[in-house]
């Protein structure tokens, strides 16, 4: 499924470079629109969506009353927070590029699919209106599901890592400060004996010459 709809998503990318590249060479405006869409989570338990658009005229001539229209949110999940879900420019240049911003909130739990926004112009040499589609959003899983942030037992935790660690560390000192009194005594105790064993033998010694 996964790969059925990487291999169609690339088909289509694939053909709107065609079509933009093959339109771009000849007169006219070409109008290509990208749509973002990225969600926060609010302390108040609603999301908020921020949406923006960059509309671009690839084409090599004017775009002449260009509108746009992002009116696919549906009104009994968000509610706008600010600016508008449409607005208009005058003239989009060749070469040009104009972006559009607002903001929505939304407080019911779904899985929304957005649609495209659509930018219609006029062009000097056509009576109809022309039009164009910006890019589809991926969809929106508002109010989903998220394991909620355990920063306080994480906090906790490290303190009883650090204490673990901590009390490894003292015992390991100990043992070693420990095996280095043991050695110590030992040694002290070797050299003793080795003196009184060496005077043993003086005096065996000393016996055997006087004999």
């Given at each position: 499924?996964?790969?059925?709809?990487?291999?169609?998503?690339?088909?289509?990318?694939?053909?709107?470079?065609?079509a933009s590249s093959t339109i771009a060479s000849s007169d006219g405006p070409f109008i290509i629109a990208n749509k973002k869409a990225k969600l926060t989570r609010l302390k108040s338990g609603?999301?908020?969506?921020?949406?923006?658009?960059?509309?671009?005229?690839?084409?090599?001539?004017?775009?002449?009353?260009?509108?746009?229209?992002?009116?696919?949110?549906?009104?009994?999940?968000?509610?706008?927070?600010?600016?508008?879900?449409?607005?208009?420019?005058?003239?989009?240049?060749?070469?040009?590029?104009?972006?559009?911003?607002?903001?929505?909130?939304?407080?019911?739990?779904?899985?929304?699919?957005?649609?495209?926004?659509?930018?219609?112009?006029?062009?000097?040499?056509?009576?109809?209106?022309?039009?164009?589609?910006?890019?589809?959003?991926?969809?929106?899983?508002?109010?989903?599901?998220?394991?909620?942030e355990k920063k306080f037992e994480w906090v906790s935790f490290d303190v009883d890592i650090f204490k673990h660690v901590h009390c490894s560390v003292y015992l390991v000192l100990c043992s070693?400060?420990?095996?280095?009194?043991?050695?110590?005594?030992?040694?002290?105790?070797?050299?003793?004996?080795?003196?009184?064993?060496?005077?043993?033998?003086?005096?065996?010694?000393?016996?055997?010459?006087?004999?």
């Amino acid at each position: 499924m996964a790969g059925w709809i990487g291999r169609s998503v690339i088909c289509v990318l694939a053909a709107l470079l065609l079509a933009s590249s093959t339109i771009a060479s000849s007169d006219g405006p070409f109008i290509i629109a990208n749509k973002k869409a990225k969600l926060t989570r609010l302390k108040s338990g609603s999301e908020r969506v921020s949406v923006s658009i960059d509309v671009y005229n690839q084409g090599s001539t004017t775009a002449y009353d260009v509108t746009l229209n992002d009116g696919g949110w549906t009104q009994d999940i968000f509610d706008i927070v600010s600016g508008n879900t449409s607005t208009s420019w005058e003239r989009l240049d060749a070469g040009a590029l104009q972006s559009h911003s607002f903001e929505l909130e939304a407080k019911t739990k779904t899985m929304f699919y957005g649609a495209p926004a659509v930018i219609t112009y006029r062009v000097p040499t056509k009576a109809a209106l022309q039009e164009a589609y910006s890019t589809p959003i991926l969809p929106l899983d508002i109010l989903a599901d998220r394991p909620p942030e355990k920063k306080f037992e994480w906090v906790s935790f490290d303190v009883d890592i650090f204490k673990h660690v901590h009390c490894s560390v003292y015992l390991v000192l100990c043992s070693l400060t420990t095996l280095a009194i043991f050695f110590l005594f030992a040694w002290n105790y070797f050299v003793v004996a080795s003196e009184i064993l060496q005077a043993k033998v003086c005096i065996i010694l000393a016996s055997c010459l006087f004999l």
